[in-house]
């Protein structure tokens, strides 16, 4: 478990200063703050991660880069137990790190801090979907993907589209695609005769909500009259027959995979029907934080109240909401579009086809 949280400044006349931390029991010495700059200053200056053991310290650091524009030097560092991997926080602290470091300096930055460090904490329990439910939520990876399926580009020719749909200025685009490739959407590659590395899609997403998974359905029937479980079915066929994914999907899918009181709710529920009360066991939540909850989800169509003869509720899922990774196969036809119109040189296509054919097993 981490032990801690430091943003440390970089200034010419006095070296390394400590802006902040969390908690304050959290422990950090001058030489030590040093070192963990002076080793990021040694990778030419370069924006970026790195795990480190000074001494006993064992470090996770994400480093701002050399000043740009006037911008002071600063890195955020997570101070870990001895025994941890370091390198499972960089995804998560080059992320949250960009976020914070934007907040240097306005009156409520512990706060800001502590709700960054609880951000780490949470992010190493995220599943997949959460994962990419974030990746989606970030306007700038949403459209970086909607461009990727029209096909492959260099990064230089990605970051200039989205700079200029985007109208804003992206400083890092290795830090805006990285996510992205260590969840397997894109890869990145070397073409030769093309200046800078080319940007492929190999994995497509969207949001849908699905049938109630059938170990459900079967926990359903175990436990609930077959009466009650044709009208809770025929509530479900209903529902799918006359739904359809719509673009407001990816927001609503998007959030509701981030939020932890509905995900828990959705999660609890993909396999079991639950009374109230089990349910507020099962995700650990008072009943009446789970009674709230409930009523969100029942206003998506995701949550559907059932009862017996006896008066007794229960409750099981409508639909199941998810954000679903595919091979997308109508790449091959759209790169195959582009190289025999003209749009896209032979070598870019042909390590897209040979990158898809590489990935079509996986």
């Known amino acids: 478990m981490p032990q801690g949280i430091v943003v440390v400044k970089w200034d010419e006349a006095e070296g390394t200063i400590l802006v902040s931390k969390y908690p304050n029991s959290a422990e950090i010495s001058s030489d030590e703050m040093m070192r963990i700059f002076t080793s990021h200053a040694m990778g030419e200056g370069k924006p970026g991660f790195l795990a480190m053991k000074i001494g006993s310290l064992n470090i996770a650091s994400y480093y701002t880069g050399l000043a740009l524009r006037g911008m002071p ?5 997570i101070l870990l137990a001895e025994d941890e991997d370091a390198t499972v926080f960089e995804g998560p602290l080059t992320e949250t790190s960009t976020e914070l470091l934007q907040k240097v300096g306005s009156d409520n930055f512990l706060v800001f801090l502590e709700e960054a460090y609880k951000k780490l904490i949470d992010y190493l329990t995220l599943t997949d979907e959460q994962r990419i439910a974030l990746l989606v939520k970030d306007t700038r990876r949403r459209l970086l993907l909607e461009k990727l399926t029209l096909g492959p580009m260099s990064k230089v020719e990605a970051k ?40 492929f899609l190999l994995r497509d997403v ?47 899918v998007a959030n509701l995979m981030v939020d932890p009181l509905l995900y828990k709710v959705v999660q609890a529920l993909r396999s079991n029907v639950c009374a109230l009360g089990e349910l507020s066991q099962l995700v650990g939540l008072s009943e009446p934080i789970v009674k709230e909850t409930v009523k969100r989800l029942q206003k998506q169509d995701i949550v559907s109240e059932l009862s017996d003869k006896s008066g007794n509720r229960y409750l099981a899922l ?10 997308p196969k109508y790449m091959v036809n759209v790169t195959g579009q582009k190289w025999s119109s ?3 040189e032979d070598g870019i296509a042909k390590k897209h ?9 996986e």
């Open 353 to 361: 086809l040979e990158l898809l054919k590489e990935a079509y097993g």
């Open 206 to 252: 969207f949001p849908a909500k699905l049938p109630p998974d059938i170990t459900m359905l079967k926990a359903l029937r175990s436990r609930l009259s077959a009466a009650i479980a044709d009208k809770y079915e025929d509530q479900v066929a209903k529902f799918f027959g006359s739904y359809n994914i719509l673009e407001e999907d990816v927001e609503s």
């Open 342 to 344: 003209g749009m896209l």
């Open 318 to 327: 409508k639909s199941n909401p998810t954000f679903l990774k595919f091979f």
């Open 160 to 199: 200039e589209i989205l700079e200029q749909e985007l109208q804003k200025e992206i400083i890092d685009m290795d830090l805006l695609v990285e996510p992205l490739v260590k969840l397997g959407l894109i890869r990145k590659a070397i073409v030769e005769g093309i200046p800078s590395e080319c940007l």
């Open 73 to 77: 030097q600063h890195y955020v560092a």
